[in-house]
């Protein structure tokens, strides 16, 4: 925490107490940090924020994971003295950006059906919400192998409160308890090491992402099921449900990921993968490869692939 003091000029442009982002934080943390280093009820800084910016948008809503564009962090950025790509860091605009190629990927890319959980370890010894465990499928923190929390004791859900104007920052909205105090339990070690392996293929998309990358997965999975002579799967969720998938740019990395990991493939499987790319949709019947310089095939009647001109 950065504190000046009220002779400083800065005062009149920044918050007295400054919050960073520290690696691998979530940018709601952040923002709650903020409110706590500056004595402020939850959500003082992001109301704020969207007040300046005359933005009227419902807080409990707000996608804080891939912010959109009603989301100031420019303006937040220069409250906090900090480069507006730190904040932009503590979510996952630039990664979703480079992987489906576009500016502004679209919330649905990652598939977020987002609900609050929380680590209590994590809050406990540092305050800290990392953006990892708010990634499609993670149920314990990685680092201390506990089980992530959704509700407090008093038997409220966290859903989507984030913020609440009536309570301290990091506090259940019903009773004030800090969401440091919530049950700590720890996890199986199957679903820890199940976990390993689904935040291992995150963060390869995440590192090594684009779009080719995309196509080049899609077809690792068709060949798999093709050689394993199957076409259902049984997802995380332990649903055995028919694989299919339209085109690249409109694969949901979380979905692809549940793939992946559910036909027990690893980023080695693909890497080493050296075959011609021809993506072909998982219905069997037509194949179809996003990159222009790649020819479009097609099965003939004798099931011999012949090159469709376009």
Same mark, same amino acid.
């Given at each position: 925490?950065? +504190?000046?003091?009220? $002779?400083?000029?800065?005062?009149?442009?920044?918050?007295?107490?400054?919050?960073?982002?520290?690696?691998?934080?979530?940018?709601?943390?952040?923002?709650?940090?903020?409110?706590?280093?500056?004595?402020?009820?939850?959500?003082?800084?992001?109301?704020?924020?969207?007040?300046?910016?005359?933005?009227?948008?419902?807080?409990?809503?707000?996608?804080?994971?891939?912010? $959109?564009? +009603?989301?100031?962090?420019?303006?937040?950025?220069?409250?906090?003295?900090?480069?507006? %790509?730190?904040?932009? %860091? %503590?979510?996952?605009?630039?990664?979703?950006?480079?992987?489906?190629?576009?500016?502004?990927?679209?919330?649905?890319?990652?598939?977020?059906?987002?609900?609050?959980?929380?680590?209590?370890?994590?809050?406990?010894?540092?305050?800290?919400?990392?953006?990892?465990?708010v990634l499609p499928h993670i149920r314990c923190c990685p680092i201390h192998h506990a089980y992530?929390?959704?509700?407090?004791?008093?038997?409220?859900?966290?859903?989507?409160?984030l913020f609440s104007s009536q309570t301290q920052p990091f506090t259940c909205h019903k009773c @004030?308890?800090?969401?440091?105090?919530?049950?700590? &339990?720890?996890?199986?070690?199957?679903?820890?090491?199940?976990?390993?392996?689904?935040?291992?293929?995150?963060?390869?998309?995440? +590192?090594?992402? #684009?779009?080719?990358?995309?196509?080049?997965?899609?077809?690792?999975?068709g060949r798999t099921m093709e050689e394993r002579k199957i076409t259902t799967v049984k997802h995380?969720? @332990?649903?055995?449900?028919?694989?299919?998938?339209?085109?690249?740019?409109?694969?949901?990395?979380?979905?692809?990921?549940?793939?992946?990991?559910?036909?027990?493939? #690893?980023?080695?499987?693909?890497?080493?993968?050296? %075959?011609?790319?021809?993506?072909?949709?998982?219905?069997? &019947? $037509?194949?179809?490869?996003?990159?222009?310089?790649?020819?479009? $095939?097609?099965?003939?009647?004798?099931?011999?692939?012949?090159?469709?001109?376009?």
């Open positions: 925490m950065d +504190s000046i003091g009220i $002779t400083d000029p800065l005062w009149l442009t920044t918050f007295p107490h400054r919050v960073a982002p520290r690696p691998e934080e979530w940018l709601a943390g952040v923002i709650l940090r903020c409110d706590e280093a500056n004595c402020w009820n939850s959500g003082t800084t992001i109301t704020h924020l969207m007040r300046t910016a005359g933005t009227d948008a419902d807080l409990e809503q707000m996608n804080l994971v891939l912010p $959109t564009s +009603s989301l100031p962090l420019a303006l937040l950025a220069g409250w906090l003295a900090v480069p507006e %790509s730190a904040l932009i %860091s %503590s979510t996952y605009q630039f990664e979703l950006a480079r992987l489906y190629d576009v500016p502004h990927p679209h919330t649905q890319l990652l598939d977020m059906g987002f609900s609050l959980h929380v680590c209590p370890l994590c809050l406990d010894e540092a305050q800290m919400l990392r953006r990892s465990l992530l929390q959704s509700s407090c004791p008093c038997g409220r859900s966290l859903w989507r409160r @004030g308890l800090a969401w440091a105090k919530f049950a700590r &339990q720890e996890a199986d070690p199957k679903r820890v090491a199940l976990e390993q392996n689904i935040l291992t293929w995150y963060s390869f998309f995440f +590192s090594k992402g #684009s779009r080719m990358l995309l196509a080049r997965a899609l077809q690792l999975i995380l969720n @332990g649903r055995s449900l028919r694989v299919t998938f339209s085109s690249p740019e409109k694969t949901t990395l979380a979905r692809l990921v549940d793939v992946l990991v559910s036909l027990k493939l #690893s980023p080695e499987d693909l890497e080493a993968d050296e %075959s011609p790319l021809l993506w072909r949709p998982l219905n069997w &019947q $037509t194949f179809y490869c996003p990159i222009p310089t790649c020819p479009y $095939t097609r099965p003939d009647e004798a099931g011999t692939r012949r090159e469709v001109v376009k």
